[in-house]
């Protein structure tokens, strides 16, 4: 079982829709929880952190749910300018971070 | 402008020739690292270093090798590049540990061995 699982997509969705990921994690002793986007053959650029208590900011809410080990990402009013990857980010308590493979959405007109 | 860049952007070379790929940060981060970025994998973590003259393993290191003299730079080397180091490389780098700050990725390095 891989350490962190994403569903790679595509999400094709039109504008102005919601739509949400889910990632998984498999151990349970991890510590910190991050969202990065990545545009196609360009750098990561972080999105949000996760924490406890979920967190918003603007159109986009990152929620962590620690029991199921999932955390999740819901993009509200998608815009054009969202598509791309967007990548889990786990960190273990060794201070490693291990990378999902990403989920790929693409918003059209 | 805070920023982590990398050299060369783009690099063909054959199996056996040594190479360098420079990054260099501009942000006094402490934290540096190297992935490498292939389809269906994600990235994985090659070397990282917490400072100056600290360097050590991560999750893929066979193959390359690393220094850091000095606090913004972190090169990585490729002894005698074999066809499987062909990837997108990511030059990283933090105020601190990896978990607890925000990585700042560099533009990429996209090399091809044949």
């Known amino acids: 079982r891989k350490e962190v699982e994403q569903d790679p997509g595509p999400f094709n969705v039109p504008e102005g829709a919601t739509v949400a990921f889910n990632c998984t994690y498999s151990?349970?002793?991890?510590?910190?929880f991050f969202w990065y986007r990545q545009d196609c053959r360009k750098e990561p650029k972080l999105l949000m952190s996760v924490y406890s208590s979920g967190n918003e900011d603007g159109r986009f809410t990152a929620q962590l749910n620690r029991a199921s080990q999932y955390i999740s990402l819901l993009i509200r009013d998608s815009k054009l300018s969202d598509s791309a990857t967007y990548l889990c980010?786990?960190?273990?308590?060794?201070?490693?971070?291990?990378f999902g493979t990403g989920t790929r959405l693409q918003v059209f007109p | 402008e805070a920023q982590v860049t990398q050299n060369p952007r783009y690099l063909i070379t054959v199996t056996g020739k040594k190479l360098t790929v420079t990054c260099s940060q501009n942000m006094n981060h402490e934290y540096m690292s190297w992935y490498r970025q292939d389809p269906g994998l994600g990235l994985r973590q090659i070397y990282y270093s917490m400072n100056v003259e600290v360097t050590d393993k991560g999750d893929v290191p066979e193959g390359y090798k690393v220094s850091r003299k000095e606090k913004r730079n972190f090169p990585l080397i490729l002894e005698s590049p074999s066809p499987n180091q062909t990837s997108l490389y990511f030059c990283?780098?933090?105020?601190?540990?990896?978990?607890?700050?925000?990585?700042?990725f560099g533009p990429g390095t996209r090399l091809t061995v044949t």
């Open positions: 980010v786990v960190n273990l308590a060794t201070d490693k971070l291990i």
């Open positions: 151990n349970s002793a991890s510590q910190s």
């Open positions: 990283a780098s933090s105020e601190g540990l990896a978990g607890a700050y925000e990585q700042y």
